[in-house]
């Protein structure tokens, strides 16, 4: 007789159930209960490798016989799900497997193959398995094995292969799906111990937008930016990591280095974080296509950071960079805190901010056309009183969300033809309000200061205080006057025009000081603006102006009705017959947002 048993099994089987051979499953425990009075386990949880070699020794009993089996079964109920085309043909010898073919037609509407060896039965497992998935809706498939996915995903391929054993284990696998590919390969090490991994990862999809609304809720880019690529590798164990990951979307690029810890309490870590694009106008072409700034080609768009973050923070430190013409450097904090509002921190200075450079240019300027602009641009229609002021519903709940603080500094900051030299700006949103606690910087050989706030109420509510001494008048005017061939374009030179309402005059030397004080509320620009209130002192030191007695007409601003009666009074004395000094100084207080 021989001392091990063989057999040959060959069945061809139509139809079973399989639930009605397997014992009921026990009902679900209550892992939130509390244990029962002196039932607490003293013994430490097992390792990761216990668990994988206890997962493995029940087939040590394939060790203590031989068989050939060729299995057909057409239809088989598992758990309630019917799995259909059921072919096994193999042989075990000697603790080892010939898998010759596996295969399942259909489960949840996928079919499945496996071949290849399986040896060391009786004593450490070792595999040469190659495998495929093809499944016809791949949500479906993981509805099937409890693993529902999120998202919707449609028909889906895996194929590829496992070698080795415990000690060491490579794979090899890729997936196609929604368009997109992706390749996997690596080392499993130390399975029956410390499991340790090294992962190569490629990954490619022909559409970002196609590829964002396969797998999220999230709007798509108005742009489609292109092609999306991630490359890069992760070695480390079940503690720690290291990373080396590289994306690039269309023309730009995303990189990720450096380690990771405490995944199994509370990931933190310490990355180098850099992103860049060749063209930050074509980058801004991606979510509004139509896009065309002032600056033909604004540059590239590069950030870098030194990212680190635990549960509770994250920092970035050696911010530098630039978004197109301006240079950045700064550092800035986040943290959630449990029971608070997220917190974000930062720093920034900047080289010189010209806000021109990222607008749509002015169709005429100086008398010279921008010959790219349309008849629509260079000859806009008259609008009626307010036309330029939006009446969409501003929506600023988003305050409610988190604090933030912002410190900026810049050489210099240009806005509709106002220069301010060194500017400081403080920002800070706490509880729902936004406070301008500084703005201050040169202007114009003067000083500007400009404090507000805007809070995030029912109607939003703004307030403003802003106040300019010593001012080069001249130049306050010339600019005030430029903004205003823009103001049906730009809101920003309209509003400022709204701050300094002095284009009008026509100064050839003096200096300029102004005192304002402004509030309003409501839900659209257009009834922001519409509530103005407020008041105004503007003082003019050596004021010469062409053909009008400044000091005169001060003495009459008292008996005017806002602003369309200032500047009317200012035209009704004008003429440019002559020019004379009028007296050293004079006051003009009025209050036009009445």
């Known amino acids: 007789l021989r001392r091990r048993p063989g057999f040959g099994i060959g069945l061809s089987i139509d139809r079973v159930n399989l639930d009605a051979y397997l014992p009921r499953r026990p009902a679900p425990v209550d892992s939130a209960a509390d244990p029962a009075p002196g039932s607490e386990s003293t013994q430490p949880e097992p390792r990761t490798g216990q668990l994988v070699v206890a997962a493995f020794a029940p087939l040590a009993i394939l060790d203590r016989f031989d068989a050939i089996l060729q299995l057909q079964v057409g239809s088989l109920t598992y758990m309630g799900a019917p799995i259909s085309g059921i072919g096994i043909d193999g042989t075990l010898q000697g603790g080892e497997v010939d898998l010759r073919r596996a295969t399942i037609a259909d489960f949840a509407g996928a079919g499945f ?88 990862i490629d990954a490619a999809h022909p559409s970002f937008n196609a590829l964002i609304a396969t797998f999220s809720n999230l709007p798509a880019t108005a742009g489609d930016p292109g092609r999306l690529a991630l490359t890069g590798n992760i070695s480390g164990d079940l503690a720690a990591a290291e990373v080396d990951l590289s994306t690039r979307l269309g023309d730009g690029s995303f990189t990720l280095r450096g380690t990771l810890a405490n995944l199994a309490t509370g990931a933190s870590g310490n990355l180098d974080l850099e992103l860049r694009h060749p063209s930050l106008t074509t980058l801004a072409r991606t979510f509004r296509p139509d896009y065309r700034p002032a600056l033909a080609e604004l540059g590239e768009f590069n950030l870098s950071t030194e990212l680190s973050f635990d549960p509770e923070s994250l920092k970035m430190a050696a911010l530098n960079g630039a978004v197109g013409p301006v240079a950045l450097q700064g550092e800035a904090d986040l943290s959630f805190l449990a029971d608070q509002r997220p917190r974000l921190t930062a720093s920034l200075s900047t080289s010189e901010i010209s806000l021109e450079w990222f607008l749509a240019p002015v169709a005429v300027a100086a ?124 809101a920003v030179s309209a509003l400022l025009e709204l701050l300094f309402p002095v284009a009008a005059l026509d100064l050839s030397s003096g200096t300029l000081a102004s005192d304002l004080a402004l509030s309003t509320s409501g839900r659209s620009e257009f009834e922001l603006i519409s509530n103005l ?62």
């Open 367 to 490: 008398g010279v056309l921008d010959e790219s602009a349309t008849p629509a641009e260079t000859n806009p229609a008259p609008s009626r009183p307010g036309a330029r002021w939006s009446r969409q519903p501003i929506d600023l709940s988003f305050f409610n969300n988190f604090d933030a603080e912002f410190d900026l500094s810049a050489p210099a900051y240009n806005i509709a033809g106002y220069g301010i030299g060194n500017p400081e700006v403080l920002l800070r949103l706490d509880g729902g309000q936004l406070e301008l606690r500084r703005f201050s910087g040169a202007l114009f050989g003067g000083t500007l200061s400009l404090t507000g706030a805007v809070a995030a109420a029912d109607p939003p509510e703004l307030n403003l205080i802003l106040s300019v001494a010593d001012a080069d008048a001249p130049q306050m005017i010339a600019a005030a006057r430029a903004g205003k061939q823009q103001e049906a374009r730009n």
């Open 533 to 594: 209130a407020g008041s105004g002192e503007v003082t003019f030191t050596d004021a010469v102006l062409d053909g009008t007695d400044l000091c005169r007409i001060s003495e009459q601003l008292g008996n005017l009705s806002g602003l369309n009666g200032f500047l009317g009074l200012l035209a009704a004395g004008g003429g440019r017959s002559e020019e004379r000094r009028v007296g050293k100084e004079c006051r003009s207080r009025w209050s036009p947002y009445h």
């Open 113 to 200: 193959s496996a071949s290849g060896r399986i040896a060391g039965l009786g004593q450490r497992p070792s595999a040469d398995l190659e495998f495929s998935v093809d499944a016809s809706d791949a949500s479906r498939l993981m509805q099937g094995v409890g693993l529902p996915l999120p998202f919707r995903l449609r028909a889906a391929k895996l194929e590829g292969s496992v070698n080795g054993d415990f000690d060491e284990l490579r794979v090899n696998a890729r997936l196609f799906a929604a368009d997109g590919e992706v390749e996997v390969k690596g080392n499993l090490a130390g399975l029956d111990g410390n499991p340790r991994y090294t992962i190569s």
